[in-house]
């Protein structure tokens, strides 16, 4: 189908191709924003611009140098961002890329949450306690995604949420308080987990590795994240990578009422 035939041919195929490409390159840029990988990022395209125009004024010494540069420039890609490509296709995988975009994007607006029910009252219960005394605490809750490569890294519990439990797990003398505690389908499955540490320099110096860790997991999954601070006993929270802090126990308990049962 063509829409203007007076000089040039544009299928909805082609509009539709670069909106996508322009999708992706911005996702690319927020992705890359903030970390030193953005600004080779942008050496590398000025060196193609600078290619493209040489090559158009026909200044073949440089266009063949330039041309040798960008014909090895994939390689060196994978090379100088391997990182950054293997945390980007890690965020295409989980359900966080498209569950944060269906908010944005009139398209993809399709309620995806079917996910357990969760018993919230000895969680909250817990991470008041916790909050009052100051005794800092990491807590995983899952979704779809049920985190079965840093449930190995701890130890197996499987036993039914409750506040004592919670409680004695992080106390400060406790042998499994250092680590993170993952909720799967209304059980706490695993204690002393080991999560990843996220290297966003977005996030504020303010925060230690518990608020890392969470932010870690849940850009790299669906999870829901709890942490009580041991510095200040405040309580956070975090998912798909963006921690809500400074928040009231009740304000959390509707928040994990509306993400897990309704």
Known sequence: MTLIPLFINIRILDIIDILLVAFLLYELYQFLKGTAAIKIFFGIIAIYLMWKVVKALQMELLSEILGAFISVGFIALIIVFQPEIRNFLLMLGTHSFFNKKNKKILFWR?????????????????????????????IVLAQ?????QFVD????????????????IFYKNSPLHDGAVIIINNKIKAARCILPVSSNPAIPPRFGLRHRAATGVTEQSDAIAVIVSEQTGKISYCKYGKITSNVKIGALKNYLEKEFNE
Do not use: R, V
């Open 144 to 148: 779809k995604n049920i985190l079965e």
């Open 153 to 168: 890294t701890g130890e197996i519990i499987n036993a039914e949420i409750s506040e004592p439990l919670l409680e004695n």
């Open 110 to 138: 399709i309620k995806t949450h079917n996910g357990p029910t969760l018993n919230t009252d000895p969680i909250i219960q817990a991470c008041q306690k916790m909050a009052e005394t100051k005794t800092g605490a990491l």
